[in-house]
């Protein structure tokens, strides 16, 4: 104690403030963490869902360049197709060498795929030729070569192109070079049942036919006219040294046409190819002497 001015004083301890209890410490403390840990679970369940949207924006805008290059490769293409098309580096003339690259030693089970899918891809059904239709029926073609002939080869021999208006024409001269078994030769050719002779001159040679080609182009791009002459004639006097008459006889009843058209199927074939009741199959009027000398 003090005096102070004649007062006597009492002084007192300090006061502190009382602390709240541990209890409550403890609240605050778990309150304020889960807290945290909500806005930390939100935080990250905004920033998944915000990236999950950009993933999908992103591959939305991926497909759309995508999308966008095919149509410009389109456009370049068919710019390109229409502005070279008539030089022997121009896209028809290219799709004609591509053909004849494919199609080099004929139609086998390791290049069908490849070559069906060129077909169609420069085809289509309503591709025409002189005597079929269809890139099917072109198909079916190639694959029964491989049924009659144990040997086929193309070769390239010159390409010439012209335009007219929109449409581009690419005329090609080859050598389909042929070595047939004998049931393919006795089936193709009938009349070769009744002469032993020639039928083995054709069998034991290759028989190399020239072959003109001719595809039409409309200004897409797309085949619309395919077609073939086959020089059969000096083909087989060629390979045979026969003579006119005896070509003849090799070629009178044919199930190979001049544009070398194969019958429409095997059993057709057999059956045409078996003789007839004087011997000889039907004739085909293109295969006559009269029109041989034509």
């Given at each position: 104690?003090?005096?102070?001015?004649?007062?006597?004083?009492?002084?007192?301890?300090?006061?502190?403030?009382?602390?709240?209890?541990?209890d409550?410490?403890?609240?605050?403390?778990?309150?304020?963490?889960?807290?945290?840990?909500?806005?930390?679970?939100?935080?990250?369940?905004?920033?998944?869902?915000?990236?999950?949207?950009?993933?999908h924006?992103?591959?939305?805008?991926?497909?759309?360049?995508?999308?966008?290059?095919?149509?410009?490769?389109?456009?370049?293409?068919?710019?390109?197709?229409?502005?070279?098309?008539?030089?022997?580096?121009?896209?028809?003339?290219?799709?004609?060498?591509?053909?004849?690259?494919?199609?080099?030693?004929?139609?086998t089970?390791?290049?069908?795929?490849?070559?069906?899918?060129?077909?169609?891809?420069?085809?289509?059904?309503?591709?025409?030729?002189p005597?079929?239709?269809?890139v099917?029926?072109?198909?079916?073609?190639?694959?029964?070569?491989?049924?009659?002939?144990?040997?086929?080869?193309?070769?390239?021999?010159?390409?010439?192109?012209?335009?007219?208006?929109?449409?581009?024409?690419?005329?090609?001269?080859?050598?389909?070079?042929?070595?047939?078994?004998?049931?393919?030769?006795?089936?193709?050719?009938?009349?070769?049942?009744?002469?032993?002779?020639?039928?083995?001159?054709?069998?034991?040679?290759?028989?190399?036919?020239?072959?003109?080609?001719?595809?039409?182009?409309?200004?897409?791009?797309?085949?619309?006219?395919?077609?073939?002459?086959?020089?059969?004639?000096?083909?087989?006097?060629?390979?045979?040294?026969?003579?006119?008459?005896?070509?003849?006889?090799?070629?009178?009843?044919?199930?190979?046409?001049?544009?070398?058209?194969?019958?429409?199927?095997?059993?057709?074939?057999?059956?045409a190819?078996?003789?007839?009741?004087?011997?000889?199959?039907?004739?085909?009027?293109?295969?006559?002497?009269?029109?041989?000398?034509?």
């Open positions: 104690m003090a005096a102070i001015g004649g007062i006597l004083m009492t002084s007192k301890p300090p006061v502190h403030p009382s602390s709240p209890p541990n409550q410490i403890d609240d605050k403390v778990l309150r304020r963490r889960l807290q945290y840990k909500y806005h930390q679970r939100r935080h990250r369940a905004k920033q998944k869902e915000k990236t999950l949207t950009l993933s924006e992103v591959q939305t805008l991926l497909a759309e360049i995508e999308q966008l290059n095919q149509q410009r490769q389109k456009l370049l293409v068919e710019r390109n197709c229409f502005a070279s098309r008539g030089t022997d580096t121009g896209v028809p003339a290219r799709v004609a060498m591509e053909y004849f690259r494919l199609f080099e030693f004929g139609m089970p390791h290049t069908m795929q490849q070559q069906h899918q060129f077909l169609r891809a420069v085809m289509t059904e309503e591709t025409s030729g005597d079929y239709k269809g099917d029926l072109i198909c079916s073609q190639w694959q029964k070569f491989g049924a009659f002939y144990d040997y086929t080869r193309y070769q390239l021999q010159a390409i010439n192109v012209s335009t007219l208006q929109d449409s581009t024409v690419v005329v090609a001269d080859s050598f389909f070079s042929l070595r047939g078994r004998w049931d393919g030769v006795v089936t193709l050719y009938p009349a070769l049942r009744n002469d032993t002779e020639l039928l083995q001159k054709v069998i034991n040679s290759v028989i190399v036919v020239p072959v003109q080609y001719r595809f039409e182009f409309d200004s897409n791009g797309i085949v619309t006219w395919f077609s073939a002459d086959w020089d059969l004639v000096s083909a087989l006097q060629n390979a045979c040294g026969s003579s006119l008459v005896d070509v003849a006889n090799i070629l009178s009843g044919a199930n190979i046409s001049r544009t070398g058209q194969i019958g429409s199927s095997l059993q057709d074939l057999q059956q190819s078996r003789p007839q009741e004087d011997g000889r199959g039907p004739i085909d009027r293109r295969h006559s002497v009269d029109f041989l000398l034509s």
